[in-house]
């Protein structure tokens, strides 16, 4: 059994799939505390559900692209089945993981995007390094900017890691925080190959809406 928040079909909000219909696997849980956190409501409740279940849910809302996320959906041992299982189906899965659990437990078919959290996330002590050993070309690694340092920190890190020859990257704002003419005017500055983005699930509902 997992624990689930919610499931919902929504518009995709962020990654190279923005803007295309998704239907959205919430699992109950995280072991992160980011300052910036928008699903708090997520950390506890929901309610058990079998793999079957979900995935009988899941194809109700007659859309192949899913995403499974959190929370941190990768504290239940199940989900690597339950991605599985969605792939036997013909979707196309997408893990959204903070970085901090082992994301080698997922099968290769499934599209992993993983965050590095920046300094002012107060979590960056626990980026799983080992992590990037398990990305390939098709996965998306996400950067999320409260200001200049956070963004100077990813610099480095995309550098240090030549990151940019390993997978898609993506950087955004922690919303309302920083302008993002900023964090464009350092992108084109510094030549960097990543994929600015905006949330756009917060542009066209109130950004405390959930289900959405």
């Known amino acids: 059994m997992i624990q689930i928040s919610e ?15 998704c ?8 072991n992160l505390r980011c300052v910036w956190c928008d699903t708090e409501y997520a950390f506890f409740g929901g309610s058990a559900m079998s793999i079957q279940e979900i995935v009988s849910q899941v194809e109700s809302h007659q859309c192949s692209l899913v995403e499974i996320t959190g929370g ?7 989900v690597p089945e339950l991605a599985k ?3 036997e189906i013909g979707c196309t899965v997408l893990v959204e993981t903070s970085g ?24 960056c002590s626990k980026n799983r390094w080992e992590n990037l050993a398990h990305i390939s070309a098709k996965d998306e690694i996400k950067f999320v900017l409260k200001d200049e340092a956070d963004y ?15 997978a898609s990257l993506l950087m955004s ?13 350092w992108i084109l500055r510094d030549r960097l190959n990543v994929r600015f983005q905006l949330q756009l699930h917060k542009l066209v509902w109130p950004k405390d809406k959930k289900g959405v």
């Open 23 to 30: 239907v959205f696997v919430r699992t109950t849980g995280c």
């Open 152 to 166: 100077q920190w990813a610099l480095d890190v995309i550098r240090q890691h030549t990151l940019e020859e390993k």
């Open 85 to 87: 299982a969605l792939l």
């Open 173 to 185: 704002t922690v919303f309302g925080e920083l302008p993002p003419a900023d964090v464009v005017a």
């Open 72 to 78: 941190e959906p990768l504290l239940q041992k199940e």
């Open 7 to 21: 499931i919902y079909q929504s518009i995709q909000g962020e990654s190279s799939f923005a803007g295309r219909p």
């Open 100 to 123: 901090e659990r082992d994301i080698s437990v997922l099968d290769d078919r499934v599209i992993k995007i993983m965050d590095l959290k920046c300094p002012d996330s107060g979590e």
